[in-house]
């Protein structure tokens, strides 16, 4: 599977983006999803996450209420809806998949597949 996220970009504090990350090589059919990101000079860190098996979403507390993630399946595409954006939410975001498990959605270790990064910028 390869993935490309896309939907970064500029945008003033508590304004809102739509980032998508799209599925090419295979389908996401019985893939789990989440979206992880990094700050400059910080370690990679759990966004949020859909399974596949029954759509559960999970979140960072630090983006409840906040972002929401969604997925499309006829699209083979995922969303990360973040609304009121503050300036820590500056970071490069990343997609990630794995073929569907019970491990944590939160560990990055379990991904198989990841996108290259949209780098989202948050002015206050």
């Known amino acids: 599977v390869q993935l490309q996220a896309s939907g970064g970009g500029l945008v003033q504090a508590g304004g809102s983006l739509n980032l998508s990350c799209a599925a090419s090589g295979r389908t996401l059919f019985r893939h789990d999803l989440a979206w992880f990101r990094q700050a400059p000079g910080k370690e990679r860190n759990f966004v949020a996450a859909?399974?596949?098996?029954?759509?559960?979403?999970y979140y960072a507390d630090s983006v409840k209420g906040r972002f929401t993630v969604s997925r499309d399946g006829a699209e083979n595409t995922m969303y990360l809806q973040m609304n009121n954006l503050n300036a820590e939410d500056t970071a490069v975001y990343f997609c990630?998949?794995?073929?569907?498990?019970?491990?944590?959605?939160?560990?990055?270790?379990?991904?198989?597949?990841w996108g290259q990064g949209t780098l989202v910028t948050v002015s206050s």
């Open positions: 859909i399974r596949w098996s029954g759509g559960s979403t």
């Open positions: 990630a998949a794995r073929t569907q498990t019970l491990r944590a959605v939160s560990q990055g270790r379990w991904y198989d597949y």
